[in-house]
């Protein structure tokens, strides 16, 4: 069982930048892939990014050139970076990680979930 913890969430006004960390604990970490989603009031949980467990990247096309994701297989932990930040960019954002290496987009493929942090973008 793999327990993920997110933090660096936070206000922050548009144009600025903020530095999201998820820390894993249990489990094989290394072997997971990870994601991380994101989910506005009244929407569905977003893709945003997520990195296999040898390093692909893949990213949603409203953050690419923004977002940077990273992982530190070491320290068990996974980093979003969010620079360039807008109001739209406002929500809870997730931590996710699945069972498999590979990256996936779709939410149901991961079988773990932090709690979330929350990200607001002021205007």
């Known amino acids: 069982q793999v327990q993920l913890v997110e933090s660096g969430g936070g206000l922050v006004q548009a144009g600025g930048s903020l530095r999201l960390s998820c820390a894993a604990s249990?489990?094989?970490?290394?072997?997971?892939?990870m994601g991380w989603f994101r989910q506005a009031p009244g929407k569905e949980r977003e893709f945003i990014t997520a990195i296999s467990w040898s390093g692909s990247i893949y990213y949603a096309d409203s953050v690419k050139g923004r977002f940077t994701i990273s992982r530190d297989n070491a320290k068990n932990t996974v980093f979003l970076q969010m620079n360039s930040l807008k109001p739209e960019d406002t929500a809870v954002y997730y931590c996710?990680?699945?069972?498999?290496?590979?990256?996936?987009?779709?939410?149901?493929?991961?079988?773990?979930w932090g709690q979330g942090t929350q990200v607001t973008v002021s205007s």
């Open positions: 249990g489990g094989t970490y290394g072997s997971h892939a």
């Open positions: 996710a990680a699945r069972r498999f290496a590979t990256v996936s987009v779709n939410s149901g493929e991961y079988d773990y």
